[in-house]
């Protein structure tokens, strides 16, 4: 059977925040000029920005991306939100499907300390599968520096990694080296998004699930579209990559984790996880 999901990512000019009417005429758009499309997903907290007013919160905007799903059947990953609840305020990307259903929910896991301050972390992996095509993980931003988050999705059989991001500083490069080895390790697709314009550098790349980067765009307005082909993620698992490295199995089989091993000792010399300060 074959299994292919078409996905455009949209690497938009993004003002600071209040840009709910704008995102929603470019997924229109992006609708109309690629009908074949079966979802659209746009970079971290594309609608507000950095502010947390309500205005911009998730619940105040979940009815209308979930009606916006629905009417052009698609998926929908609209970016995320700062949801405030009852523990306080977290990073949060709903999943909603072409049926204007919420089917999951990611919690961004690090929030980007201590530059994003008051911010709690979540504490679950975002998993989600659509029948009869395939297994999707996602996770957000600074996530993709702590490679357990990956591993932990492509263990739960995550084929594809989506990323919605908002970086506007100058260690985009390095994120993208991340992206590719987030790949390869994984053995599987990742499909990152930034944001452009004033929230962010653009620079959205996505990767094949053997390392190969597929598309890589560059700081303007832009799409990254992708035909997913979930029956390649598979072989790939199941062969190894260029039929050599199987890391999936190897872990699979002999599953470590080295928490028993930190040398707290060593850790504290490090100092507090705060702004660097002038060396002079």
Same mark, same amino acid.
Request: aromatic share 8%; charged share 25%; glycine share 8%.
């Given at each position: ?6 996905i455009?990512?949209l ?9 709910? =009417? +704008? ?20 970079? =971290? ?8 007013? =309500?205005?911009?919160? +998730? ?29 306080g ?61 990956s ?5 739960q ?9 908002l ?24 499909f ?22 597929l ?8 799409v ?11 072989r ?7 039929? +050599? ?14 928490e ?6 060593y850790?504290?010399?490090l100092?507090? +996880?705060?702004?660097?300060k002038?060396?002079?």
């Amino acid at each position: 059977m074959v299994r292919n999901f078409s996905i455009a990512g949209l690497q938009l000019n993004l003002d600071y925040s209040n840009n709910r =009417e +704008l995102i929603t005429t470019k997924i229109k758009n992006v609708v109309k000029r690629y009908p074949w499309i079966n979802m659209v997903v746009v970079s =971290e907290l594309a609608v507000g920005g950095s502010s947390r007013s =309500e205005e911009f919160s +998730l619940e105040n905007n979940i009815e209308h991306f979930s009606n916006l799903a629905l009417e052009n059947d698609i998926w929908l990953i609209p970016g995320s939100f700062y949801d405030h609840n009852e523990t306080g305020v977290t990073n949060v990307a709903p999943v909603i499907s072409n049926k204007g259903n919420i089917e999951t929910s990611c919690t961004k896991i690090y929030p980007f300390a201590p530059y994003e301050n008051g911010i709690q972390g979540g504490k679950e992996t975002c998993i989600f599968e659509i029948p009869d095509i395939g297994i999707f993980g996602m996770h957000i931003c600074y996530d993709l520096w702590f490679p357990e988050t990956s591993r932990a999705l492509a263990m739960q059989g995550a084929q594809i990694i989506i990323h919605p991001s908002l970086t506007d500083t100058c260690d985009r490069d390095e994120e993208k080296i991340m992206a590719r080895a987030t790949a390869i390790q994984q053995q599987c697709y990742y499909f990152d998004v930034n944001a452009g314009g004033n929230q962010g550098c653009g620079k959205s790349i996505v990767i094949g699930p053997e390392g190969q980067v597929l598309t890589e765009l560059g700081s303007s307005e832009e799409v990254a579209l992708l035909e997913v082909d979930f029956d390649s993620v598979d072989r790939v698992r199941q062969r190894g990559i260029k039929g +050599l490295g199987q890391p999936l199995k190897s872990f699979r089989d002999d599953p470590k984790y080295f928490e028993s091993t930190l040398n707290e000792k060593y850790l504290e010399t490090l100092g507090k +996880l705060e702004i660097p300060k002038k060396l002079n």
